[in-house]
């Protein structure tokens, strides 16, 4: 799918600054900050305002393109990754990296399905997974 496709799907107007921060992010293999898609985003379009690309990474998260993660040091991180996944968080960096697991996603949906949680819903489950890395270069 194109990113015009993928925008028009999500009834947003297609312009050349939410095309570049879609370019931007689709490049990455991590979880990029706000900051890193600016810088990204910068090298075609130098005039940009930080706050347009907050703005569109708002718009884009809200219409379901992109999801944030949140670190536990605060830090917004973004994922364009929208295939059920889960998280490795290193907490000594705030690195995150994607985890899969069917069986795990399994196990989970199948123990929430029955657990009753008065007066909750569950649309969706993602765990984080929080620790340390062994090496950095995972």
């Given at each position: 799918?194109?990113?015009?496709?993928?925008?028009?799907?999500?009834?947003?107007?297609?312009?050349?600054?939410?095309?570049?921060?879609?370019?931007?992010?689709?490049?990455?293999?991590?979880?990029?900050?706000?900051?890193?898609?600016?810088?990204?985003?910068?090298?075609?379009?130098?005039?940009?305002?930080?706050?347009?690309?907050?703005?569109?990474?708002?718009?884009?998260?809200?219409?379901?393109?992109?999801?944030?993660?949140?670190?536990?040091?605060?830090?917004?991180?973004?994922?364009?990754?929208?295939?059920?996944?889960?998280?490795?968080?290193?907490?000594?960096?705030?690195?995150?990296?994607?985890?899969?697991?069917?069986?795990?996603?399994?196990?989970?949906?199948?123990y929430f399905k029955k657990k009753k949680i008065n007066g909750f819903t569950i649309d969706?489950?993602?765990?984080?997974?929080?620790?340390?890395?062994?090496?950095?270069?995972?």
């Amino acid at each position: 799918m194109t990113y015009q496709e993928l925008l028009k799907n999500v009834k947003l107007r297609v312009t050349p600054q939410r095309i570049a921060v879609l370019d931007a992010i689709s490049q990455r293999t991590d979880h990029p900050s706000a900051e890193d898609i600016s810088n990204a985003v910068r090298l075609k379009y130098p005039n940009i305002a930080i706050g347009t690309i907050y703005n569109i990474l708002d718009t884009f998260s809200k219409t379901g393109i992109i999801n944030h993660v949140k670190t536990d040091k605060g830090s917004m991180l973004y994922d364009f990754i929208l295939e059920k996944h889960h998280h490795l968080y290193c907490n000594n960096t705030d690195r995150i990296e994607d985890y899969y697991d069917e069986e795990l996603d399994t196990l989970l949906e199948e123990y929430f399905k029955k657990k009753k949680i008065n007066g909750f819903t569950i649309d969706d489950i993602k765990l984080q997974l929080v620790g340390k890395f062994k090496s950095q270069n995972l």
